[in-house]
């Protein structure tokens, strides 16, 4: 079993930078694929960026492709998503989420493990 704690959020300007952390528990994290999706108000939760376990295969949404960039640590356990170029089109509550397959993966379902969330508002 996985816990996620996600950190980092915040309002900002478009234009900014974020960088969200998400912390897991757990001996078996270094073996999970993780990703990062986010949902805005009224809309259906959607894929931000995913990442293999060993780091070796990412994935992003069209919509944050050059801007945003996800990692890992497994030394400390933990996942980041460095976000550049905000735009007001960001805003939501990014979650982060583990899967026991160790490929990354863009499907909501494939994810067994969820965080909490963290509210990331850039306004223009």
């Known amino acids: 079993q996985v816990q996620l704690v996600e950190s980092g959020g915040g309002l900002v300007q478009a234009g900014a930078s974020l960088r969200l952390s998400c912390a897991a528990s757990?001996?078996?994290?270094?073996?999970?694929?993780m990703g990062w999706f986010r949902q805005a108000p009224g809309k259906e939760r959607e894929f931000v960026a995913a990442?293999?376990?060993?780091?070796?295969?990412?994935r992003y949404a069209d919509s944050v492709k050059g801007r945003f960039a996800i990692s890992r640590d497994n030394a400390k356990n933990t996942v980041y998503l460095q976000m550049n170029s905000l735009k007001p089109e960001d805003t939501a509550v990014y979650y982060c989420?583990?899967?026991?397959?160790?490929?990354?993966?863009?499907?909501?379902?494939?994810?067994?493990?969820w965080g909490q969330g963290t509210q990331v508002t850039v306004s223009s």
């Open positions: 989420a583990a899967r026991s397959y160790g490929s990354s993966g863009s499907e909501v379902r494939s994810y067994a493990y």
């Open positions: 757990g001996r078996t994290f270094s073996s999970y694929g």
């Open positions: 990442l293999s376990w060993s780091g070796g295969s990412t």
